[in-house]
């Protein structure tokens, strides 16, 4: 289908926030439009991937799978989770549960294949999972906090 996806004549709030979802990965990733549309050989091109990112056009689920793929991230994250549910008297409530920052630990991923196997590969399978629940996919740093150094402290067979 290629760049002829529909063009819809309002954006619907679902659209609009497929576009959020689109634009907060691709920043993630500390790309601009331009670069996507020249690392991709012009696959996506700058103009059109605004469109997406503003909710203005429709893309195709091919095409969000070629997308997801470009940015190395699982198709489920290119589109919105709601966090939130309206309770009996129509206010929002929201579900994260997010309540102060904890210290944590910075790791730099792009270190990971000097971790010996199988300790590597399980540490970076934990840490995947990380990523894909906090839907954070810069892929270069990692802050992991308590709980998840004392997992990775028993991966690594070491005290902390």
Not at 20 to 48: M, P
Not at 61 to 89: G, M, N
Not at 90 to 95: N, P, R, S
Not at 106 to 114: E, G, P, R, S
Request: aromatic fraction near 4%; charge should be neutral.
């Amino acid at each position: 289908m290629g760049e002829n996806e529909e063009l819809s004549d309002v954006a619907s709030p679902y659209g609009r926030r497929v576009g959020e979802r689109l634009r907060a990965i691709r920043r993630q990733k500390r790309l601009s439009l331009q670069d996507v549309e020249a690392n991709s050989n012009q696959e996506f091109k700058a103009s059109v991937l605004g469109a997406y990112e503003r909710g203005e056009r429709a893309i195709s689920v091919p095409r969000l799978e070629r997308l997801a793929r470009y940015y190395s991230v699982p198709v489920d994250q290119l589109l919105p989770r709601s966090t939130a549910i309206p309770s009996e008297s129509g206010d929002v409530v929201d579900l994260t549960g997010r309540t102060g920052r904890r210290a944590g630990v910075t790791l730099d991923l792009t270190q990971l294949d000097a971790v010996a196997r199988p300790e590597g590969e399980m540490l970076g399978r934990y840490l995947v999972m990380i990523q894909v629940q906090r839907q954070d996919f810069n892929g270069r740093v990692l802050t992991i906090r308590q709980d998840d150094l004392r997992a990775v402290a028993c991966i690594l067979g070491v005290e902390i």
